[in-house]
């Protein structure tokens, strides 16, 4: 599309050209055909260099940065604020087993919609549907904040994570749209010195709000953020796209059947992911049944995505050209698993084995968020400089797997040395590969695929987060009732006992029974833990593996894309946009 409109703005200039050839006396001589030649190659090269989207950076840039920055906070900050603040909820709204909703649900919800949102992207632009992304998080959170029961609760996270898939997936579009491939590392590391920020706050706030107000503003603290940021967006995101297309085509562009199988299908795994455990055995048929038709269903959706029905399929099979591209698609899965088992299960650590208050467990957990940050710039700086992005993910899945499988050897008794200490070597390892994966899947695509790689990259590590929590939690909460015999009281025992013991993971439920048995249960928590980290060094060990065959596919340092800065002043904008 970019090119054509290049090619229709240069085609004046030739014409104009040669009409001045024409009108020419008969009569001229060969320094002045020289002379007349030249001023026409300076034309042509001077049309040809406009043909080229500049990398621009002027104050337009900055503040379209602000908006996906203000995105970013808003996302990182309810990713974590609910961690340290879940258990308070979980008690308040009496949720039993579908406590695990209140996580999952966003994940689902945050999953299913990236690649929708990607084709979205292109059909009515980054900023009618980055507004709409930032409304429906804001509704969402008004909704959670306000629930009287488990089920608005749950409604209000699955519309956040609606809200949140749009936004994880339009800021990394945004900035592939801004900023040529082999530089993105560099604006993606700012945006996660951003989201650390959030991580790291996150869980601190989440603890001062539940122990100094209610944890209903673990929500509402969404609302302003999420006000400024609409604001933000209306009057600074403006970029390019197709305004001449009528609503009706566009609505008949969009993959309807690829959507519907995709959302279908990653909705029956998670009802599969968490019922298994709390609610009924992996090996009932009522976990079985759900899993295989999703899975079933995932393999129907790459069939269909490949068959060419679609005439503009939401994963194009094209996004695959290589093995580092599936490698790559693959790890960036893993890498969630490793994530989620790292942050998601630390501050039950810290709360339920350390005994630590909410606050303090955020306060706790700032190492792992705030050394992440000195890696991901180093990683910025390898990819801009050199453009090679293998030795960072072979070294970063390495340290990743080492260190969560480290985290096993922490104890009830064990000093601040180690705790800290043994955070820096996972955060060190995501910070190499959390602004890395997605430039090396983009690497082997078209720059008009760019929406629709990103959109199908950030699913699949929406859906790692997905599996990350279930798996893990589905670990604890089987081994906990496989050494709750070690407990002497038998509530305490038949609680642990239950297969749900994940809600019982809290500072409040501990220290309500007398030292013996705290000591008891938090040693089975201790144990249970342990083999969460574990079993996570088989997950990091493949990725680890599979990071060895990756190949370096160069990294381009033009921008080639039809949706950058938009060049026209906003009147300009709502004059066509009406037409």
Same mark, same amino acid.
């Given at each position: 599309?970019?090119?054509?409109?290049?090619? =229709?703005?240069?085609?004046?200039?030739?014409?104009?050209?040669?009409?001045?050839?024409?009108?020419?006396?008969?009569?001229?001589?060969?320094?002045?055909?020289?002379?007349?030649?030249?001023?026409?190659?300076?034309?042509?090269?001077?049309?040809?260099?406009?043909?080229?989207?500049?990398?621009?950076?002027?104050?337009?840039?900055?503040?379209?940065?602000?908006?996906?920055?203000?995105?970013?906070?808003?996302?990182?900050?309810?990713?974590?604020?609910?961690?340290?603040?879940?258990?308070?909820?979980?008690?308040?709204?009496?949720?039993?087993?579908?406590?695990?909703?209140?996580?999952?649900?966003?994940?689902?919800?945050?999953?299913?919609?990236?690649?929708?949102?990607?084709?979205?992207?292109?059909?009515?632009?980054?900023?009618?549907?980055?507004?709409?992304?930032?409304?429906?998080?804001?509704?969402?959170?008004?909704?959670?904040?306000?629930?009287?029961?488990?089920?608005?609760?749950?409604?209000?996270?699955?519309?956040?994570?609606?809200?949140?898939?749009?936004?994880?997936?339009?800021?990394?579009?945004?900035?592939?749209?801004?900023?040529?491939?082999?530089?993105?590392?560099?604006?993606?590391?700012?945006?996660?010195?951003?989201?650390?920020?959030?991580?790291?706050?996150?869980?601190?706030?989440?603890?001062?709000?539940?122990?100094?107000?209610?944890?209903?503003?673990?929500?509402?603290?969404?609302?302003?953020?999420?006000?400024?940021?609409?604001?933000?967006?209306?009057?600074?995101?403006?970029?390019?796209?197709?305004?001449?297309?009528?609503?009706?085509?566009?609505?008949?562009?969009?993959?309807?059947?690829?959507?519907?199988?995709?959302?279908?299908?990653?909705?029956?795994?998670?009802?599969?992911?968490?019922?298994?455990?709390?609610?009924?055995?992996?090996? =009932?048929?009522?976990?079985?049944? +759900?899993?295989?038709?999703?899975?079933?269903?995932?393999?129907?959706?790459?069939?269909?995505?490949?068959?060419?029905?679609?005439?503009?399929?939401?994963?194009?099979?094209?996004?695959? +050209?290589?093995?580092?591209?599936?490698?790559?698609?693959?790890?960036?899965?893993?890498?969630?698993?490793?994530?989620?088992?790292?942050?998601?299960?630390?501050?039950?650590?810290?709360?339920?084995?350390?005994?630590?208050? +909410?606050?303090?467990?955020?306060?706790?957990?700032?190492?792992?968020?705030?050394?992440?940050?000195?890696?991901?710039?180093?990683?910025?700086?390898?990819?801009?400089?050199?453009?090679?992005?293998?030795?960072?993910?072979?070294?970063?899945?390495?340290?990743?797997?080492?260190?969560?499988?480290?985290?096993?050897?922490?104890?009830?008794?064990? +000093?601040?040395?180690?705790?800290?200490?043994?955070?820096?070597?996972?955060?060190?390892?995501?910070?190499?590969?959390?602004?890395?994966?997605?430039?090396?899947?983009?690497?082997?695509?078209?720059?008009?695929?760019?929406?629709?790689?990103?959109?199908?990259?950030?699913?699949?590590?929406?859906?790692?987060?997905?599996?990350?929590?279930?798996?893990?939690?589905?670990?604890?909460?089987?081994?906990?009732?496989?050494?709750?015999?070690?407990?002497?009281?038998?509530?305490?025992?038949?609680?642990?006992?239950?297969?749900?013991?994940?809600?019982?993971?809290?500072?409040?439920?501990?220290?309500?029974? =007398?030292?013996?048995?705290?000591?008891?249960?938090?040693?089975?928590?201790?144990?249970?833990?342990?083999?969460?980290?574990?079993?996570?060094?088989?997950?990091?060990?493949?990725?680890?593996?599979?990071?060895?065959?990756?190949?370096?596919?160069?990294?381009?340092?033009?921008?080639?894309?039809?949706?950058?800065?938009?060049?026209?002043?906003?009147?300009?904008?709502?004059?066509?946009?009406?037409?």
């Amino acid at each position: 599309m970019a090119s054509a409109e290049m090619k =229709d703005t240069a085609s004046p200039y030739k014409v104009e050209a040669s009409n001045q050839t024409l009108s020419s006396p008969p009569s001229v001589n060969s320094s002045d055909q020289t002379k007349t030649a030249q001023e026409d190659e300076e034309a042509q090269t001077t049309v040809t260099r406009k043909t080229k989207p500049a990398f621009n950076r002027d104050y337009r840039f900055w503040m379209i940065m602000l908006t996906l920055v203000l995105a970013t906070l808003l996302a990182s900050l309810e990713a974590t604020v609910v961690i340290t603040s879940l258990p308070t909820i979980v008690e308040s709204l009496n949720l039993g087993s579908s406590y695990i909703w209140v996580t999952n649900v966003f994940f689902l919800t945050t999953a299913c919609v990236q690649p929708l949102f990607g084709q979205l992207c292109n059909l009515w632009g980054r900023k009618k549907v980055m507004m709409f992304i930032f409304a429906t998080y804001t509704l969402g959170s008004g909704i959670a904040g306000g629930a009287n029961g488990g089920t608005m609760l749950i409604a209000g996270r699955a519309i956040q994570g609606i809200g949140s898939g749009g936004v994880t997936m339009a800021n990394d579009v945004i900035i592939s749209d801004l900023v040529p491939l082999r530089y993105r590392g560099n604006y993606i590391a700012i945006l996660l010195l951003v989201a650390t920020i959030g991580f790291a706050v996150g869980p601190f706030l989440g603890g001062v709000i539940v122990e100094n107000t209610t944890w209903r503003w673990v929500f509402y603290l969404n609302l302003p953020i999420g006000g400024v940021a609409i604001v933000v967006t209306y009057f600074f995101l403006n970029l390019q796209y197709d305004r001449t297309q009528s609503t009706m085509d566009k609505l008949r562009r969009i993959d309807y059947i690829g959507n519907a199988i995709l959302i279908a299908s990653s909705v029956s795994i998670l009802i599969a992911l968490t019922w298994a455990g709390p609610v009924y055995p992996w090996s =009932d048929a009522r976990i079985l049944a +759900p899993l295989i038709i999703g899975l079933v269903g995932l393999v129907g959706f790459v069939l269909y995505e490949a068959s060419g029905i679609p005439s503009e399929p939401v994963m194009p099979i094209r996004l695959f +050209p290589g093995r580092t591209s599936y490698i790559v698609y693959i790890n960036t899965f893993l890498n969630m698993l490793l994530i989620q088992w790292c942050y998601f299960f630390l501050p039950l650590y810290f709360q339920a084995v350390k005994l630590s208050t +909410p606050s303090r467990s955020g306060v706790q957990m700032l190492p792992v968020a705030l050394i992440a940050i000195p890696g991901a710039a180093l990683s910025a700086v390898v990819l801009s400089k050199w453009g090679k992005y293998k030795m960072l993910h072979v070294s970063g899945f390495f340290l990743m797997t080492l260190g969560v499988g480290l985290l096993g050897l922490l104890h009830e008794d064990s +000093p601040p040395a180690a705790w800290i200490l043994l955070q820096f070597i996972p955060a060190i390892g995501s910070g190499f590969l959390l602004n890395t994966l997605l430039p090396a899947f983009q690497a082997a695509t078209e720059e008009e695929d760019q929406a629709a790689a990103t959109g199908n990259w950030t699913f699949m590590r929406s859906f790692g987060s997905v599996w990350g929590v279930a798996i893990a939690g589905s670990i604890f909460n089987t081994y906990t009732k496989r050494y709750s015999h070690m407990i002497d009281n038998e509530l305490a025992r038949e609680m642990l006992g239950s297969g749900d013991s994940y809600q019982s993971a809290t500072r409040a439920f501990v220290l309500q029974f =007398d030292e013996v048995v705290q000591s008891q249960i938090r040693h089975v928590f201790m144990l249970s833990l342990s083999k969460v980290y574990v079993i996570s060094v088989a997950f990091g060990g493949l990725a680890w593996v599979l990071s060895l065959f990756e190949k370096d596919v160069p990294l381009r340092k033009e921008l080639d894309t039809q949706y950058g800065l938009d060049q026209k002043a906003p009147v300009e904008q709502k004059k066509e946009e009406a037409l």
